[in-house]
């Protein structure tokens, strides 16, 4: 009879196995090797790389967090992008799932890095994951250059949006901090030097004191005292409602006037016969079917088609078939059938339509090319159409062009008179301007209140996602020019809205738990 001796015990390690396999491709316990006390964590190749690893982490987390607080300007993107290529597409919508799946790639490998070097194990990055990384650090370097060339703007909305996330980032990064406690506890536990274990507690403890310190220097307008927060901003549809219907249509500014808009906002050009019209872009090519009507003349301007010509197009049709924002909802049979049924609206219609509401109207005013018969005179025409063909009442009116101001208020008394830049308050009252309209990421919460001191209103634009509207409303803001009027209308209060006394008990809660969770890993 053989006996038979039991050798060695074999232990079965599936989750130590499931990390090496995702992370090395190394499924094998054999092709597995544990660190050593006192030695690194991995040979010098892939000491070299791991910082590139999470160099990547930081620059997709950046470039995910800078893209998704960019989401209200994405219909500003596409249509950037439209121009250029001649096609409609939502490159916004594309370019946000890519960062997001890159960063959550990437996020996969640190995750699993880290809780290897917590089992004691060597790192050994696939070649494969090695190409990945380069490419997500790549990628993201040169897609955050482009957007610092092509888009400088946007930098100007990230740091809006840092005025409201801030208290939450810094909840985050906490967060992570305690996360980070246990492999870089048990990896200085490991090294058998003093020096070594300086080397990696160290940093990590500046980081966190860092953090723990960094709310001293926050500032957000929505962390304010009870009862000090002003009233809601008013809605101003931009183009009417351009997420429900097709944009400077009626069926567009019908659906702001539904939804409870306070005025309509839209933009004026004049036909080569002299009729004033709705259209925002040069060309008709976006907006209508002209490539089906007139193939010849696509790239021809508006202003040099006769209002019998703009007639014949179909002015909605686009819109049910391009879906031109990100996140539109679907619409109901009957908004479908009214949106293919939508033609060019006459300025004259428009205002009709904003007296006959009582709302407040704003028009972007474009000059005709060279070469047409209105070049010269088309402040009068439209004017004509504002006083004697529509006969709106004058309050309602909210004249932005600054050209022939002084003409305008000598034929035309009662417009509340609007300028399209900051100014000193002097030169705003010398010229009876009664409110501002600036892009949104010149706002400001110390110069709405300078302006409101003087009586001069603010209304910023383009204003779509809830958190900029919380921002603009907690900053003083008197109205928003939004395609969202449907959305926005619902805040019953600005978003992130704090006390200082909810704040200091957040931070300082967030502080001593990280620190007791961050002591006891470390203790233990």
Same mark, same amino acid.
């Given at each position: ?99 997001? /799946?890159?960063?959550? $790639?990437?996020? %996969?490998?640190?995750?699993?890095? =880290?809780? !290897? &070097? @917590?089992?004691?194990?060597? #790192? ?39 005025? /409201?996330?801030?208290? $939450?980032?810094? %909840?985050?990064?906490?967060?992570? =901090?305690? !996360? &980070? @406690?246990?492999?870089?506890? #048990? ?338």
């Amino acid at each position: 009879v053989v006996r038979r001796r039991l050798l060695q015990r074999y232990e079965h390690q599936p989750f130590i196995s499931c990390l090496a396999g995702f992370y090395s491709c190394r499924w094998k316990r054999y092709q597995r090797e544990r660190t050593e006390p006192g030695k690194c964590c991995c040979n010098m190749r892939e000491c070299m790389f791991f910082p590139l690893l999470v160099a990547a982490f930081c620059f997709s987390l950046v470039f995910l967090y800078t893209w998704g607080e960019g989401k209200n300007d994405y219909n500003s993107f596409d249509w950037y992008n439209f121009g250029n290529l001649g096609f409609w597409f939502l490159w916004s919508l594309v370019i946000l799932i890519v960062a997001a /799946v890159l960063f959550a $790639y990437i996020s %996969l490998l640190l995750v699993l890095a =880290m809780c !290897l &070097l @917590a089992e004691g194990q060597q #790192l050994y990055l696939h070649w494969s994951h090695k190409i990945g990384t380069f490419l997500v650090l790549g990628f993201s370097i040169s897609s955050l250059f482009a957007l610092s060339i092509l888009w400088r703007d946007h930098r100007k909305t990230v740091r809006l949006s840092f005025q /409201v996330t801030a208290p $939450y980032l810094h %909840l985050g990064a906490i967060a992570i =901090m305690v !996360l &980070l @406690a246990w492999p870089v506890a #048990l990896h200085a536990i490991r090294a058998d030097k003093k020096v070594t274990q300086v080397i990696i507690v160290g940093p990590y403890l500046a980081i966190l004191l860092f953090l723990f310190l960094i709310p001293l220097g926050m500032y957000s307008p929505c962390i304010r005292e009870m009862g000090t927060l002003g009233p809601k901003p008013a809605l101003i549809g931009h183009r009417g409602a351009p997420m429900l219907a097709p944009e400077n249509t009626e069926m567009s500014f019908l659906k702001t006037i539904e939804h409870g808009g306070d005025g309509l906002e839209t933009d004026v050009a004049i036909s080569y016969d002299g009729v004033p019209f709705l259209m925002h872009d040069d060309t008709l090519r976006r907006t209508t079917n002209i490539q089906e009507v007139y193939p010849n003349d696509t790239d021809k301007a508006a202003s040099f088609f006769s209002w019998d010509a703009l007639q014949k197009l179909n002015a909605g049709t686009w819109f049910l078939k391009n879906k031109p924002f990100v996140g539109m909802g679907s619409l109901s049979k009957a908004d479908q059938n009214q949106a293919m049924n939508q033609s060019i609206y006459t300025l004259s219609s428009f205002l009709r339509l904003a007296d006959s509401h009582n709302k407040l109207v704003i028009f972007d005013l474009y000059r005709p090319p060279e070469k047409h018969p209105y070049r010269n005179l088309w402040i009068r025409k439209i004017l004509d159409v504002i006083l004697k063909e529509s006969k709106i009442k004058r309050h309602l009116v909210l004249w932005l062009h600054n050209g022939v101001r002084s003409f305008v208020q000598s034929v035309a008394p009662g417009f509340q008179h609007t300028m399209g830049r900051k100014a000193p308050i002097e030169d705003l009252l010398k010229h009876n301007i009664v409110k501002l309209n600036l892009v949104y990421t010149d706002m400001s919460t110390e110069d709405i209140r300078k302006y409101a001191e003087a009586n001069i209103t603010t209304n910023f634009y383009v204003v779509n996602e809830p958190w900029l509207y919380s921002l603009a409303w907690c900053s003083g803001a008197h109205s928003v020019t939004t395609n969202a009027v449907h959305l926005l209308k619902d805040l019953s209060q600005p978003l992130f809205l704090m006390t200082p006394q909810q704040y200091n008990i957040m931070w300082i809660l967030t502080d001593l738990t990280s620190a007791f969770l961050i002591s006891l890993i470390f203790a233990l």
